[in-house]
């Protein structure tokens, strides 16, 4: 079976100790994408905390952050899904 979609975790998975993103692991996502592999960060992060990685990750297309709250196409920018707490949950919640 040959994948098609690549999806990884950032924190204490894609990303080191130093929070950074090693070259062998930038070069690896270089090339499942030139594979047209689809490569997707998943977090807890929202899209915002994400930035810094965006130029060395060029292929990177979807974002899955928000813990699944958000799924984000960097290409066209926008939000393909989006799902937040109802106002009244969030006051009995407070």
Same mark, same amino acid.
């Given at each position: 079976m =040959?994948y098609? !979609? $690549? &999806?990884?975790?950032?924190?204490?998975?894609?990303l080191?100790s130093? #929070?950074q $993103?090693?070259? *062998?692991t930038? =070069? &690896?996502i270089?090339?499942a994408?030139a594979?047209? @592999?689809?490569?997707i960060?998943?977090t807890g992060r929202?899209?915002a905390e !994400? /930035? /810094?990685?965006y130029d060395i !990750?060029?292929?990177?297309?979807? !974002?899955?952050?928000? +813990?699944? &709250?958000?799924?984000?196409d960097l @290409? =066209? *920018?926008? &939000?393909?899904y989006? *799902? +937040?707490f109802? =106002?009244?949950?969030l #006051?009995? $919640?407070?």
């Amino acid at each position: 079976m =040959e994948y098609k !979609l $690549i &999806a990884f975790d950032m924190d204490g998975t894609l990303l080191n100790s130093n #929070k950074q $993103i090693s070259k *062998k692991t930038q =070069e &690896a996502i270089v090339r499942a994408v030139a594979h047209n @592999k689809i490569v997707i960060l998943n977090t807890g992060r929202n899209p915002a905390e !994400l /930035e /810094e990685f965006y130029d060395i !990750l060029p292929g990177v297309r979807y !974002l899955n952050c928000i +813990s699944g &709250a958000l799924v984000y196409d960097l @290409k =066209e *920018k926008k &939000a393909l899904y989006q *799902k +937040s707490f109802d =106002e009244d949950i969030l #006051k009995n $919640i407070y």
